[in-house]
């Protein structure tokens, strides 16, 4: 496969305009199909060609990709590119990079290996409309470069993996879930933000956020962790103003009152282990009894990956809810879910 690349230039803003026959698309393996009904729902008749494990190639319909073909919000899609072709050595994948974006450009690796697709540790990526090349390593003879510009709501990170390790001190993979969303989506928590999370327990997101200096109203029936209850406070009512705390509302998520969120509630978090309806529900409910929500976070655990093709359903419940900038994402982290955020 070529990589039929052109290469323009624009005197305007003199930055170099990429155009190729194909992108490449690196995404966590097991999504490739949902991946391809994705491209098929937002009807843009990309053709799908050669496919490994966490790697599939797309053809043009109208011969050439663009840089804004880099900007398609798909949700299975960890990283897009602009195909530069197949190599035999990553050193020719990278001459390649070196050749269309110049010898000091940024370059990530990226690697299939133990059944991941899984980025190499290197520099993330810091300004926005930076050209960024990609080496991916799919066998010892076969490397991909490509190269894509960086945005908002794209991951700096080599493939798509910020590389975490989860803490010792976390109480379950859900921390990293957190770490990634943060990095993904550019989003700050700090001291002045209190965050509902329901289906808390044991505590992963919780220490996350508490490690961040925000304040975290945990609802769950189930025990949460040590490591989360040093923090705790016996009733929202007691919640200090001068240091991050934790308050275990031990309730349904169902029967949480407006009691219960107090006064200056800024986000809502859900890892349930239910259906997007119900997580939404909650969501909804939540914002109703507090106005001053200004994000909300939500995994959403899925049995079939094909029920992505609703995510339309679910970004209409979030915009009816207020929020203006809606994403869906699956990340590194993730095996069958996704990252549902919305911010206002």
């Excluded at 300004?127 to 080496?135: L, N, S």
């Excluded at 998520?253 to 282990?273: C, R």
């Excluded at 339309?312 to 207020?322: I, T």
Aim: aromatic letters at 8%; a neutral charge; proline letters at 5%.
């Amino acid at each position: 496969m070529q990589s039929d690349l052109r290469v323009l230039w624009s005197p305007d803003v003199m930055t170099k305009q990429l155009e190729t026959g194909f992108v490449f698309v690196l995404t966590n393996p097991g999504s490739e199909s949902a991946l391809k009904m994705e491209v098929k729902m937002a009807g843009l008749e990309w053709r799908p060609g050669y496919q490994r494990r966490g790697f599939v190639t797309f053809k043009a319909p109208d011969d050439v990709f663009d840089a804004e073909a880099l900007t398609v919000p798909l949700a299975c899609a960890r990283r897009i590119c602009l195909s530069l072709g197949k190599h035999g050595t990553a050193e020719a994948a990278e001459a390649a990079i070196v050749e269309q974006l110049g010898a000091e450009a940024l370059i990530h690796h990226a690697r299939f290996a133990e059944r991941r697709m899984s980025g190499v540790s290197g520099k993330a990526a810091k300004r926005i409309g930076e050209w960024i090349g990609t080496v991916v390593e799919l066998s010892p003879d076969e490397f991909w470069a490509g190269a894509h510009q960086h945005e908002h709501f794209l991951s700096p990170h080599p493939a798509g993996d910020p590389g975490l390790v989860m803490a010792e001190r976390s109480p379950s993979r859900a921390w990293l879930k957190l770490e990634e969303a943060v990095r993904f989506f550019g989003i700050d928590f700090g001291k002045k933000d209190i965050v509902v999370e329901v289906g808390a327990s044991p505590g992963g997101v919780v220490l996350a956020l508490l490690d961040r200096g925000a304040s975290v109203i945990g609802v769950d029936p189930a025990k949460m962790a040590d490591v989360v209850l040093e923090k705790a406070v016996a009733s929202r009512e007691d919640a200090p103003s001068d240091r991050a705390w934790f308050w275990h509302c031990r309730k349904p998520a169902a029967l949480v009152g407006k009691k219960d969120l107090g006064q200056g509630v800024t986000w809502f978090m859900s890892d349930m282990n239910q259906s997007p309806e119900v997580v939404l529900k909650e969501c909804a409910r939540v914002k109703k009894m507090a106005p001053t929500l200004r994000g909300a976070l939500l995994t959403l655990k899925l049995t079939d990956l094909s029920d992505v093709q609703r995510k339309d359903e679910w970004f209409k419940a979030l915009s009816e809810m207020g929020f203006g900038a809606i994403r869906l994402q699956q990340f590194s982290a993730h095996h069958r879910e996704f990252a549902l955020l919305g911010m206002k």
